[in-house]
């Protein structure tokens, strides 16, 4: 790394350490009462929303804790490419509406719920940039009429939701999905899993018009490039896998075995400073849930020990805005995040996923296994 990326990666960590000392408290225990009230929350609210439903549509949302093809059904793609299962926003009045995202809000943080739905509103800035890239076409190429085509698919009102099992018994879960956005939330036995939750966004900072210099997923990205920048010459030799980015090793829809090699550098390889930056990188992407769904996460991962919690690297390492990928892994997380091209030529749009390789969908817990179908 040159002497110049240095000093803007060393700016960033700075600006990383400089948070609110609210942030940089000890981490939340898990306590039983404080969870029963979160899951008493999440059962109402879903409960709720499911009384807003008809008859036709409560059978298109509901489903069970075995219906392995409908649990697994999110994708990043746009739907024409990955068709979903469940009840679509575009079929809901607003009051069904209001009770979809009161459902989304009990078992999001107010971080984790911003973040989703400003995704899902994301999609309308996307339709309405593509819909002036599709008019300055001129009727003679060949390619506008497939663009035209394709355009629906960018619609905020196209996002699924399915309900599994019934939320008056102790297992059951729930799924929204769409373009660049899938929520996966289970209870079972009084505890709360969250994963796998992709989130993504195109463009990632948008560039024009009225909301030029809105960013999503940014903070995500910071904080490893923070972690990133403090590294000496031996510890980048060990965190930095590839010059350039493996587009195979992201553990996106149907990629459940990428946890079964390790990259990266050991936590217990990093200095105390080091070992902050890494925790403030696994509390971005923990705490877009509950602070009691994340606490119970966050113990499982200090247990596992820092021998096997590894953070690593692909591509360059002096392009905050170019591409490349990160990873933070371990026996109770896998985090990636990835820089894909976008259509301006450069790299504006990301992927961003957390799983739990011990628990994906509360498997452990509800003694299932679900097997996701693989995707191109």
Known sequence: MSAFARSVFHAVAVT?????????????????????????????????????????QREKASSTLDDNATRTSWSNLPVSMAPRSGLVVAEMSPE???????????????????KSATIMW????????????????PDSDPRKAQALGFADNYDSEKYFVSVFGDPREEDWGW???????????????GKIAFTPMFLGANPQIVQEGRYAG???LQHESDRALALLGSLDDDQLVQAVVAAEVDGAVFAGPGKQESHQQSFGIKASDLNPVQRQLLNGL???????????????????IEADGPDTLRFAWWGPTDQPRGRYMFRVQGPSVLIDYVREPSGD???????????????????????????????E
């Open 175 to 189: 799924l929204v999905t769409g373009h660049h956005f899938a929520v996966n939330f289970t209870v079972s036995g």
């Open 345 to 375: 030529g450069a790299h504006n749009h990301v992927h961003s996923i957390m799983r739990d390789p011990s628990n994906d969908y509360g498997a452990d817990w509800l003694k299932r296994h679900y097997q996701e179908a693989h995707q």
């Open 282 to 300: 696994l509390d971005e992407y923990l705490g877009d849930a509950s602070n009691e769904a994340a606490a119970r996460q966050r113990a499982s």
């Open 16 to 56: 990383a350490l400089a948070l609110p000392a609210m942030q940089a408290r000890a981490h939340e225990p898990v306590v039983p009462e404080l969870e029963a009230m979160r899951v008493a929350n999440m059962q109402g609210a879903t409960l709720a929303f499911l009384g807003t439903l008809t008859d036709e």
């Open 96 to 114: 069904q509406r209001r009770a979809l995202h009161a459902m989304m809000a009990s078992a999001l943080s107010s971080q984790g719920y911003l």
């Open 214 to 216: 809105w960013q999503l």
């Open 122 to 137: 994301h999609e309308d800035v996307l339709r309405a940039m593509f819909d002036a890239m599709v008019g300055a076409m």
